[in-house]
């Protein structure tokens, strides 16, 4: 990977305080994002709200772009709309773990099929997993 201006990049974290119902009572920002690109990395995106909120968040602290990253997606046609309807978030990135079957402008579906037959031979051949490059 080639470096490119690292004096330009930075970490925030999101704090998510999660309730005895297991909603999300609360979110904290950590960290400025006033003028950054911001990346918010989750594991299952399944109603989407803890990411639009989050990036609802990060816009109100000034972020001037902000991509999600899902490696599991359940996209409902509820959720393609509020994230196609959405200001907060300019891009959603996830995988073909999940299929789904809508095209839309915001959402970006990303193969996994290279990866899986690389570990696949790998596994079959006794090749050591680390160091995966596709």
């Known amino acids: 990977m080639k470096e490119t201006n690292s004096n330009n990049v930075g970490i925030a974290m999101m704090v998510k305080i ?33 990411m639009l909120s989050a990036a609802e968040m990060l816009r109100s602290k000034g972020a001037k772009r902000v991509i999600g990253i899902a490696t599991h997606m359940l996209l409902t046609e509820k959720l393609m709309k509020r994230v196609e309807n959405s200001d907060a978030i300019d891009l959603l990135l996830t995988t073909n773990s999940i299929d ?3 095209k839309t402008k915001k959402i970006v579906q990303l193969s996994v099929s290279e990866l899986l037959a690389e570990a696949i031979w790998r596994l079959h051949n006794g090749v050591p997993l680390e160091n995966i490059e596709y």
């Open 18 to 50: 999660v309730g005895n119902t297991g909603k999300v009572k609360q979110m904290i920002l950590v960290g400025d994002v006033k003028g950054k690109e911001c990346v918010i990395v989750d594991d299952f995106l399944a109603t989407g709200d803890t």
């Open 100 to 102: 789904i079957n809508f």
